[in-house]
């Protein structure tokens, strides 16, 4: 911080502006609330890589469903998981619509955001360690702003803007939609959350309007809000101040006797932290340590 408060050259501290952003961009968090310690382990070693499903995750999971034949209960909201003493008695799973399911084994992959919300109840309390890690673990915030003009205003080449300002910095280009994407995190998104979206929209054309002073009026738009979302309340986990490794390992061990399993992408320690490929991994790998402790119950 000392170094970047020494810098004379306006355009030598715009430049690095922008770095410091692309990183909390990237964390979906400010700076000061990031491990310098545990800074990029969150990648566990793997290089970066986007892919984009154009019609969706949901048909990912879909396609899931259709090869193996699975009981999915939709727009069931659980409320209280009740774990007996007596290991031989059922674990009892509670829903928002007062239905109830008994089970030997549980798999919560829930989001950290709702772990840190309590939208589960556990009785009796989940453990100290185990809630430690949930509030140690760091949860950031990014959200997209989708906005369509009706005609591409700036330079179709350009597969990305970067803007150096203090508010809205990084955007996505789709000239052939005559899209703009706008990402934003952190303290900035959750005051943006606040705000209609038309008054979000109108700052973005704010921000853009003296690098294009012809920018159109927009004539579609969709703003996130994840940390406002019930399901979420947040969008994907991070390695804060005091959160290490150790803090995702916790996260993802289980607990009351071995008969309560966690998933998500907060709790894939070894592999990367904060992805739809950690989330899915952590979900394949502890599946397979109930079905196969499953099949040696059965068998005995």
Not at 12 to 34: F, G, K, P, T
Not at 162 to 190: E, T, W, Y
Request: proline share 5%; charged share 25%.
């Amino acid at each position: 911080r000392d170094k970047y408060e020494k810098i004379q050259d306006e355009q030598m501290r715009r430049l690095v502006e922008m770095n410091l952003a692309y990183i909390e961009h990237y964390e979906a968090s400010n700076l000061d609330q990031l491990s310098v310690k545990s800074y990029l382990k969150s990648d566990g070693g793997i290089n970066t890589c986007d892919l984009t499903l154009p019609i969706g995750l949901g048909t990912f999971m879909q396609q899931i469903v259709e090869r193996n034949p699975l009981p999915i209960q939709l727009n069931t909201i659980v409320t209280n998981i009740d774990i007996p003493s007596d290991k031989n008695e059922p674990i009892r799973i509670t829903t928002k619509d007062n239905r109830h399911y008994l089970t030997k084994y549980v798999l919560i992959t829930i989001p950290l955001g709702c772990l840190k919300a309590n939208s589960i109840q556990f009785t009796p309390p989940l453990p100290d360690w185990k809630q430690n890690a949930i509030d140690q673990m760091g949860l950031g915030l990014l959200n997209k702003i989708f906005i369509q003009y009706p005609s591409t205003f700036w330079d179709e080449k350009l597969d990305d803007l970067f803007i150096a300002s203090n508010s809205f910095r990084f955007f996505v280009c789709h000239p052939h939609d005559h899209i703009l994407v706008a990402f934003v995190c952190g303290r900035f998104a959750r005051k943006l959350e606040q705000q209609t979206d038309e008054e979000i929209v109108e700052e973005i054309i704010q921000c853009l309007k003296p690098i294009y002073p012809q920018i159109p009026k927009p004539i579609k738009w969709l703003v996130t809000r994840w940390s406002c979302d019930p399901f979420a309340y947040g969008s994907y986990s991070n390695f804060k101040v005091g959160a290490t490794h150790e803090t995702s390992r916790e996260l993802a061990k289980e607990c009351y006797d071995n008969r309560i399993y966690w998933a998500g992408e907060h709790t894939n320690y070894g592999g990367t932290i904060g992805c739809v490929d950690s989330a899915f991994e952590s979900g394949q790998s502890e599946a397979k340590r109930i079905y196969n402790k499953l099949n040696i119950l059965f068998r005995d």
